[in-house]
């Protein structure tokens, strides 16, 4: 599979469908990765939170996968950017309840719990990009 | 293009089974199909058997829920089985409860689970 560590994979996100391909692709890498069932099925949910919030909330965006180290333990890294409205108050959309397009205000909390580092980029006017990683 | 999710009839019940991953448009289908087909069978029992559906997020446990409750108002009784181990774990994660959502371990358990709720019901 040529050098693992430079290993980089991006998906176009603009439909429910794409939100599936998303949920797929990781399984891939969670399986390439040997990772447990559990911990896969994290990496699938997070994602499909995330990559769904970009097409409903900004239109549309793109996912990276990329394969990454953390101390030594293998894993990877999923972004996921768009060029959308950008999120006015970060902290405020990671409180449980807080939606703006009456969900349960669920999927970035979530998303949080479910990976080992989570980070927010985001600016009024100047779109989102999520980082989300897992290691073993 | 994802087919429509095939509703079977098993008896009194409906059975409607949920294959590895679903997109959200063909899970509002299957509501919409639920419903249609509860009313028009006048079925007093449904089962979704999601033993071999790999993420319940918080869209599809909506639509579990959504379905529940609108089976509900149709005077019918859903039960979701076969929930694999590792999504009940992450639902939890997650931070969704489904209080309005029966489970039952398997496809077995959740027809006697049916069967004896309606047969209370009848008998009260
Ligand atoms: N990519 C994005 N661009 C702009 N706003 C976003 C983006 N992602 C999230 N948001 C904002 O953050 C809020 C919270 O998102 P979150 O996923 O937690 O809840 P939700 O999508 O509203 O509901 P749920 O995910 O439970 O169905 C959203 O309602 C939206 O206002
Ligand atoms: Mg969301």
């Not at chain 1, 603009?14 to 990772?35: G, H, P, T, Y």
């Not at chain 2, 899970?27 to 089962?47: F, M, P, W, Y």
């Not at chain 2, 529940?68 to 005077?75: R, T």
């Not at chain 2, 997650?94 to 006697?112: Q, W």
Request: glycine share 10%; charged share 25%.
């Amino acid at each position: 599979m040529g050098n693992e560590e430079s290993f980089r994979e991006s998906l176009r996100l603009r439909s429910d469908k794409d939100v599936s391909k998303a949920r797929v692709l990781i399984s891939q890498w969670a399986v390439r990765q040997e990772f447990s069932v559990i911990e896969r099925t994290r990496a699938m949910t997070a994602v499909s939170e995330i990559a769904r919030n970009c097409v409903v909330y900004a239109g549309g965006g793109t996912m990276y996968v990329s394969s990454l180290y953390h101390e030594g333990a293998p894993g990877f890294r999923i972004q996921i950017v768009d060029q959308g409205p950008g999120i006015p108050d970060v902290d405020q959309s990671m409180k449980r309840g807080y939606s703006t397009g009456g969900g349960l205000g669920l999927g970035m909390e979530g998303a949080r719990n479910l990976c080992r580092a989570f980070r927010v980029e985001s600016n009024a006017g100047a779109g989102t990009t999520i980082t989300m990683d897992y290691w073993k | 293009m994802q087919n429509n999710i095939p509703i079977l009839k098993l008896g009194d019940f409906l059975l409607v089974t949920i294959q590895m991953d679903v997109h959200d448009r063909t899970a509002l289908q299957l509501q919409d199909d639920l419903t249609n087909e509860i009313s028009k069978r006048r079925s007093k029992g449904v089962l979704i058997d999601i033993s071999n559906l790999e993420v319940v997020d918080s869209f599809m446990g909506r639509v579990l829920s959504d379905i529940a409750s609108m089976a509900k108002v149709l005077d019918a009784e859903t039960v979701v089985v076969g929930m694999r181990p590792a999504v009940a774990m992450t639902l939890v994660e997650l931070g969704l409860s489904l209080p309005s959502v029966v489970t039952a371990l398997n496809l077995e358990r959740g027809m006697e689970l049916l069967t004896q709720r309606l047969g209370r019901k009848g008998n009260g």
